[in-house]
């Protein structure tokens, strides 16, 4: 049973729409994160966060944008949506040292 | 920057036998974290198994259990007694201990298939 939940699980989206990932977790972690995953490849870090009002870049460059207001929530946004943007977005969390709670992934299609 | 390397895209085995998924790592620390994760077609990913760098003994859950060479920087998953919902992506993450957040680096992936 996922402690974490992400809304929507799937969304099919025109282009040059805004859109917002959600993504709550109820297990107070501080250390939260946003993956994107092509199908049957490998995990990309897109942004972390460390706590609320703490927000980083990861590793593979994204337009996306990430807020962190309450320790719970840790939404993604894209302004513009794209082609280029259809992907699978698995949001997690953790506590340090342990490994991470993944939410059950927004798999997003832009047309 | 640590890297993670799985070397076999897939694997298959049957149902009851036992399989090892390999995994290479390249580090210069000497304190971190390990883990295998599953994810299953469609599905939520969820933690298999974790190893601490500085622990000697080889972690074991269940039916999941590793090998962990820490000269080789390597670390294979063995799943012993293999069952049909044992098929899915399986994936080799590092995190280091020291580094901001924390964030897991993860390989590529393996594709576990199981023959009934």
């Known amino acids: 049973e996922a402690d974490i939940y992400q809304t929507p699980r799937y969304l099919v989206i025109g282009t040059g729409k805004k859109i917002t990932l959600e993504c709550s977790q109820t297990m107070g972690h501080d250390k939260m994160y946003w993956y994107q995953q092509d199908p049957g490849m490998e995990l990309h870090l897109i942004h972390y966060?460390?706590?609320?009002?703490?927000?980083e870049k990861g590793d593979l460059s994204s337009e996306s944008t990430v807020s962190r207001i309450r320790t719970e929530h840790f939404p993604l946004t894209l302004e513009s949506a794209r082609p280029s943007h259809t992907s699978q977005y698995l949001c997690a969390s953790s506590l340090p040292g342990a490994g991470e709670v993944f939410g059950q992934g927004t798999r997003l299609t832009v047309v | 920057a640590q890297t993670v390397t799985q070397s076999q895209p897939e694997m298959s085995v049957q149902e009851a036998e036992t399989v090892t998924l390999s995994c290479t790592y390249d580090?210069?620390?000497?304190?971190?974290?390990l883990f295998w994760y599953k994810q299953p077609p469609s599905r939520q990913m969820i933690l298999v198994i974790r190893?601490?760098?500085?622990?000697?003994q080889n972690a074991t859950e269940n039916r999941f259990s590793v090998n962990f060479q820490k000269a080789a920087k390597s670390f294979s998953l063995k799943i012993s007694d293999s069952q049909l919902g044992d098929a899915a992506m399986y994936f080799c993450?590092?995190?280091?201990?020291?580094?901001?957040?924390?964030?897991?680096?993860f390989g590529q992936g393996t594709r576990l298939t199981i023959n009934p």
């Open positions: 580090t210069s620390e000497s304190d971190y974290y």
């Open positions: 190893q601490e760098a500085y622990k000697q």
């Open positions: 966060s460390y706590g609320v009002n703490s927000t």
């Open positions: 993450a590092y995190r280091s201990p020291f580094q901001g957040a924390q964030k897991l680096v």
